[in-house]
């Protein structure tokens, strides 16, 4: 089967398109027929060498897909072949024509979501999910800031708190990002490319501020957020580049406060709640992960730097 491997920590340019061997599921496993393949930013930190997670090498990249299954090994109960299934926390493998999961690991994709869409299941939504749920607590009727809603967690994020009840309000560096954010259900959209958006969203609250920010470049933001919140505000980070300075005053005269977390650390049972509520989502229509673009596997180097440039539109997908 072809699939990308990396053999040295480093640049794009070490994603390489290899002949290997199609593995066979062991007991517990099941092997997946990967339609298409997940584009994530973590993809690209872990393929530097510099982030938390470092596979041994040679490995292959990628932890969301959209499959079927092809095969399974001794054991296997929850999954048969022919199966439509998305990935989940197998954080690499997923580059390549097939992959193997443990059974825990894949999840049913109904049949309204394509393959490619279900390449962009499991880290946005997975990602929106606690950070809406379990970090902001969020109920409806609060608004809140999704900052960087035009690419994969965020638009994630707008169609998960538009179904929640919340009032939306997204943010886009272009016209084209703004406009997928409006179409996603998003109740007002600025613009972080406008030198004055900030002042705009306060003013969209009447002066009160925001109950809760998802912040997707905490680096750049994280001091402004602070002094966008309304009393009681949570800023949840899910993503950050960076140091960055903040007031804590800010904090404390407003009462609000800031959590951090990283999807790959949550336990079972977040895990199981995440996937219920996914699931009822993409049935019920309310999720409907956005494919900006499908590039070959063999483009996975161009995908790696697409994904980390400005004009975000929803997710990069391979397609083996
Ligand atoms: N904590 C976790 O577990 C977790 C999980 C998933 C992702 N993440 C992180 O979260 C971030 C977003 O992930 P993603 O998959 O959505 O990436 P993505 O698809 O590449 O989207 C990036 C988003 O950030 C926006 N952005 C760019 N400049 C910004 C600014 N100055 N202020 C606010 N937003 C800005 C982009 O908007 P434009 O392109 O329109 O300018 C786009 O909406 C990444 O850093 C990723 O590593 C963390």
Redesign the pocket.
Known sequence: MKAIRVHSFGGPEVLKLEEVPTPRPGPGQALVRIHAAGV???DT?MRTGTYAIRPPLPYTPGSDAGGMVEAVGEGVRGVKPGDRVYTATTVTGAYAEYALALESQLHPLPERISYAQGAGVW??YG?AYHGLHHWAKASASETALI????????TAAVQMARAMGLVVFG????ER?AKLVEREGAHRVFL??DPGYREKILEATGGRGVDLVLE??AN??LGHDLKLLAREGRVIV????GDVSVTPRDLMMRRTSIHG????NINEAEAAEIHAGILAGLENGSLRPIVGRELPLAEAARAHKE??E???FG?IVLVP
């Open positions: 994530n930013p973590y930190y880290v946005p990602t900052h960087g809603a035009s690419g994969g967690v965020g943010t886009a560096g272009t990002g972080h490319s997707m470049l750049l933001n899910i993503g950050s580049r977390f990283a999807l790959w994904v980390l400005p004009g975000a997710k």
